[in-house]
């Protein structure tokens, strides 16, 4: 028989939790564009599948305990229950089951992350940085090798918030900070590593298509950090070549002649 009970509440919880990822992974309105967007990376698929065995991991506790707690209120909810209170003592199996479970369970995603957590942070290729990445409050400043492809001589090409990358290529990028904690987050390209001050870092992807997409700070970096932006072009070689030596022409051609000087007439 139904009963009119506060429990219910709670069981709209698990309800409505399953029911917004739903949405979300299958872009049903009013939530699509909510989930992540396109996958360009080599390495990609692997956070993934990382992520969502975590989110199945997580999902089934979360239900299972949201409707564990429907139960338990809906069974002994006092305005229809007369028994008295009955208080119990712990249970020693009851306690090492549920320091077990969490444990084993803990270990077995720490396993089974290594594979990213080796391709993301440990096996970086064995080749010089494509260009530095420095982040400031609030830009993104991007420093490329010139003719000696050596970064940090005089013929280096500079940009903001603008990195072009080669398609299908390794790429490997070092980052800084110049003042505060910043977060480079490409998630097109499953990447994210805090950038910390005084600390010169080094991360790697490799794009397989040409697409253009955010470069974002993922870390609360001051007041404009809402609008520190960049854009990531993934493109061909030979264009990628092309849009570099034109930034170096336009780079070498642009001067700064300061006006003359007047000087008083002093007969």
């Known amino acids: 028989m139904f009963r009119p009970s506060w429990s219910w509440l ?18 049903w309105p009013p939530l699509a564009g909510h989930w992540f967007p396109q996958d360009i990376s080599a390495h990609g698929n692997i ?6 065995t975590i989110l199945w991991l997580t999902g ?13 209120l809906h069974k002994y909810d006092a305005s229809y ?6 208080y119990v003592h712990g249970s020693h199996v009851l306690e090492v089951v549920w320091s077990i479970i969490p444990a ?42 010139g003719e000696d492809k050596i970064i940090g001589t005089e013929d280096d090409v500079f940009t903001v918030n ?29 990447l994210k590593q805090d950038v910390v001050p005084g600390m010169k870092q080094f991360v790697w992807f490799k794009p397989l298509y040409e697409r253009e997409c955010d470069i974002v700070c993922a870390e609360l970096c001051g007041w404009g950090h809402y609008k520190m932006k960049g854009r990531l072009n ?32 002093e007969s």
């Open 10 to 27: 709670f069981l709209l919880i698990p309800i409505f939790g399953v029911a917004w990822f739903v949405f979300a992974i299958n872009e």
């Open 47 to 52: 956070i993934d599948s990382l992520f969502n």
């Open 60 to 72: 089934a506790i979360f239900v299972g305990t949201g409707i564990a707690m429907f139960l338990f």
């Open 81 to 86: 229950n007369a028994d008295p209170v009955k």
């Open 104 to 145: 084993a369970t803990l270990l077995f995603i720490a396993i089974y992350q290594m594979s990213a957590w080796a391709n993301a942070k440990v096996l970086r290729p064995n080749q010089p940085a494509l260009a530095e990445v420095t982040g400031r409050q609030f830009e993104w400043r991007i420093r490329y090798a």
């Open 162 to 190: 603008d990195l072009h990358v080669p398609l299908n290529e390794d790429v490997v990028l070092a980052i800084k900070s110049d003042d505060v904690l910043h977060s480079f987050f490409l998630p097109n390209l499953r």
């Open 234 to 265: 993934v493109v061909p070689r030979q264009e990628f070549n092309q849009w570099l030596a034109n930034k170096r022409a336009e780079q070498e051609t642009s001067s700064f002649t300061p006006p003359a000087i007047e000087e008083d007439d």
